[in-house]
Protein backbone atom coordinates (compact mmCIF):
# COMPACT_ATOMS: atom_id res chain seq x y z
CA UNK A 1 0.00 0.00 0.00
CA UNK A 2 1.10 3.66 -0.78
CA UNK A 3 1.92 5.65 1.84
CA UNK A 4 0.21 9.28 1.62
CA UNK A 5 1.99 12.00 3.18
CA UNK A 6 -0.22 15.23 4.29
CA UNK A 7 0.67 18.22 2.06
CA UNK A 8 -0.22 22.21 3.14
CA UNK A 9 -1.21 24.67 0.26
CA UNK A 10 2.15 25.55 -0.37
CA UNK A 11 4.69 22.79 1.03
CA UNK A 12 7.66 24.01 -0.84
CA UNK A 13 6.40 27.59 -1.85
CA UNK A 14 7.37 29.56 1.01
CA UNK A 15 8.65 31.22 2.85
CA UNK A 16 10.27 34.40 0.94
CA UNK A 17 11.11 37.49 1.64
CA UNK A 18 12.48 40.26 -0.12
CA UNK A 19 12.90 43.80 1.25
CA UNK A 20 11.19 44.72 3.61
CA UNK A 21 8.55 42.21 3.23
CA UNK A 22 8.13 38.40 4.12
CA UNK A 23 5.71 36.05 3.07
CA UNK A 24 4.65 32.78 5.14
CA UNK A 25 2.10 29.88 5.42
CA UNK A 26 -0.22 29.85 8.48
CA UNK A 27 -1.48 26.29 8.79
CA UNK A 28 -4.86 26.36 10.92
CA UNK A 29 -5.90 23.69 12.57
CA UNK A 30 -9.72 23.44 12.01
CA UNK A 31 -11.76 25.97 9.59
CA UNK A 32 -15.31 26.28 9.44
CA UNK A 33 -17.72 28.02 7.80
CA UNK A 34 -20.84 28.92 9.56
CA UNK A 35 -24.02 30.50 7.92
CA UNK A 36 -26.81 30.98 10.06
CA UNK A 37 -30.07 29.45 9.09
CA UNK A 38 -32.81 32.33 8.06
CA UNK A 39 -33.31 34.01 11.58
CA UNK A 40 -30.61 32.83 13.81
CA UNK A 41 -28.31 34.85 13.73
CA UNK A 42 -28.59 36.13 17.35
CA UNK A 43 -29.23 32.31 18.32
CA UNK A 44 -26.01 31.36 16.40
CA UNK A 45 -23.94 34.26 17.87
CA UNK A 46 -24.35 33.54 21.76
CA UNK A 47 -23.91 29.84 20.80
CA UNK A 48 -20.98 30.58 19.47
CA UNK A 49 -19.75 32.83 22.19
CA UNK A 50 -20.34 29.76 24.44
CA UNK A 51 -18.48 27.61 22.50
CA UNK A 52 -15.21 29.55 20.96
CA UNK A 53 -15.79 32.94 23.59
CA UNK A 54 -17.26 35.22 20.73
CA UNK A 55 -20.14 35.52 18.57
CA UNK A 56 -20.51 36.44 14.85
CA UNK A 57 -18.47 39.02 13.81
CA UNK A 58 -19.80 42.45 12.12
CA UNK A 59 -19.52 42.36 8.45
CA UNK A 60 -16.13 42.98 6.98
CA UNK A 61 -15.04 42.18 10.72
CA UNK A 62 -12.91 39.42 12.62
CA UNK A 63 -12.99 39.37 16.44
CA UNK A 64 -10.90 36.26 18.13
CA UNK A 65 -11.12 33.19 15.78
CA UNK A 66 -14.45 34.38 13.98
CA UNK A 67 -14.04 35.80 10.60
CA UNK A 68 -17.00 37.74 8.77
CA UNK A 69 -16.49 35.80 4.91
CA UNK A 70 -19.44 37.05 3.11
CA UNK A 71 -23.19 36.96 1.80
CA UNK A 72 -24.41 35.75 5.53
CA UNK A 73 -20.96 33.57 6.26
CA UNK A 74 -18.49 33.44 8.73
CA UNK A 75 -15.08 31.66 9.16
CA UNK A 76 -14.77 30.31 12.65
CA UNK A 77 -10.93 28.98 13.35
CA UNK A 78 -12.44 26.24 15.88
CA UNK A 79 -14.86 22.66 15.42
CA UNK A 80 -18.19 23.94 16.67
CA UNK A 81 -21.73 22.38 17.16
CA UNK A 82 -24.50 24.45 16.11
CA UNK A 83 -27.66 22.01 15.09
CA UNK A 84 -30.26 23.57 14.35
CA UNK A 85 -29.18 27.08 13.90
CA UNK A 86 -26.85 26.99 11.61
CA UNK A 87 -24.79 25.04 8.31
CA UNK A 88 -21.14 24.12 9.31
CA UNK A 89 -19.12 22.79 7.08
CA UNK A 90 -15.33 21.87 7.52
CA UNK A 91 -13.35 24.12 4.87
CA UNK A 92 -9.73 22.86 6.86
CA UNK A 93 -8.41 21.80 3.80
CA UNK A 94 -9.79 24.10 1.11
CA UNK A 95 -7.88 27.51 2.05
CA UNK A 96 -4.10 28.50 1.05
CA UNK A 97 -3.64 31.40 3.61
CA UNK A 98 -0.46 32.89 4.30
CA UNK A 99 0.79 35.72 6.25
CA UNK A 100 2.48 38.53 4.36
CA UNK A 101 4.09 41.19 7.12
CA UNK A 102 6.79 43.59 7.40
CA UNK A 103 7.57 47.30 6.72
CA UNK A 104 7.23 46.71 2.91
CA UNK A 105 3.84 44.57 3.32
CA UNK A 106 0.93 47.57 2.65
CA UNK A 107 3.54 48.58 -0.30
CA UNK A 108 3.54 45.00 -2.27
CA UNK A 109 -0.61 44.59 -1.79
CA UNK A 110 -0.72 47.91 -3.30
CA UNK A 111 0.47 46.59 -6.30
CA UNK A 112 -2.13 43.47 -6.22
CA UNK A 113 -5.12 44.35 -4.55
CA UNK A 114 -7.90 47.28 -5.61
CA UNK A 115 -8.53 48.35 -1.97
CA UNK A 116 -6.98 50.72 0.29
CA UNK A 117 -5.08 49.00 2.79
CA UNK A 118 -3.33 51.93 4.98
CA UNK A 119 -3.62 51.61 8.54
CA UNK A 120 -5.57 54.59 9.11
CA UNK A 121 -7.84 53.33 6.61
CA UNK A 122 -8.01 49.76 7.00
CA UNK A 123 -7.14 48.71 10.52
CA UNK A 124 -6.53 45.89 12.85
CA UNK A 125 -9.02 43.14 12.31
CA UNK A 126 -11.01 44.79 9.46
CA UNK A 127 -11.37 42.18 6.66
CA UNK A 128 -12.19 42.80 2.84
CA UNK A 129 -13.19 40.45 0.39
CA UNK A 130 -11.32 41.87 -2.67
CA UNK A 131 -9.33 40.18 -5.77
CA UNK A 132 -5.60 39.72 -5.70
CA UNK A 133 -4.40 39.54 -9.19
CA UNK A 134 -7.27 37.73 -10.90
CA UNK A 135 -7.91 35.49 -7.47
CA UNK A 136 -10.68 36.10 -5.29
CA UNK A 137 -9.02 36.82 -1.74
CA UNK A 138 -10.08 37.54 1.84
CA UNK A 139 -7.40 39.96 3.56
CA UNK A 140 -7.31 40.22 7.39
CA UNK A 141 -5.29 42.98 8.88
CA UNK A 142 -3.23 41.13 11.38
CA UNK A 143 -0.90 44.06 13.20
CA UNK A 144 0.31 47.18 11.91
CA UNK A 145 2.61 46.14 8.97
CA UNK A 146 0.52 42.49 8.84
CA UNK A 147 -1.90 40.67 6.66
CA UNK A 148 -3.62 37.86 5.92
CA UNK A 149 -4.68 36.28 3.01
CA UNK A 150 -6.98 33.88 2.53
CA UNK A 151 -7.05 31.96 -1.10
CA UNK A 152 -9.19 28.56 -2.35
CA UNK A 153 -6.32 25.84 -2.23
CA UNK A 154 -6.00 25.49 -5.52
CA UNK A 155 -5.18 28.96 -6.25
CA UNK A 156 -1.83 28.74 -3.50
CA UNK A 157 1.31 28.33 -6.16
CA UNK A 158 -0.43 31.69 -8.17
CA UNK A 159 -0.59 33.65 -5.05
CA UNK A 160 2.63 32.86 -3.96
CA UNK A 161 3.92 33.55 -7.49
CA UNK A 162 1.69 36.90 -7.59
CA UNK A 163 3.30 37.95 -3.80
CA UNK A 164 7.17 37.16 -5.20
CA UNK A 165 6.72 39.32 -8.07
CA UNK A 166 5.34 42.38 -6.35
CA UNK A 167 7.77 41.93 -3.91
CA UNK A 168 10.65 42.03 -6.00
CA UNK A 169 9.30 44.91 -7.47
CA UNK A 170 8.60 46.96 -4.42
CA UNK A 171 12.28 46.15 -3.84
CA UNK A 172 13.96 46.85 -6.56
CA UNK A 173 12.15 50.69 -6.89
Known amino acids: MAKLIALTPCAGLLPIA ?4 E ?6 ECLVSVAPYAGQNKATSARLKEQVGTG ?5 RRVGG ?11 AADVALDGLAAVT ?10 IKGAGATDVLARLVPVDLRAQVF ?7 TMLGH ?5 VRTGPDAFEIMVMRSMAQTLVHDLDVAMRGVTAR
Do not use: C, R, Y
Not at 90 to 99: P, R, T
Not at 135 to 139: F, G
Open 135 to 139: MSVAI
Open 23 to 28: VTEVVP
Open 123 to 129: KKNHVAK
Open 66 to 76: VTWFGHGTWLV
Open 90 to 99: DQSDAWAVVE
Open 56 to 60: LSAVN
Open 18 to 21: HGAA
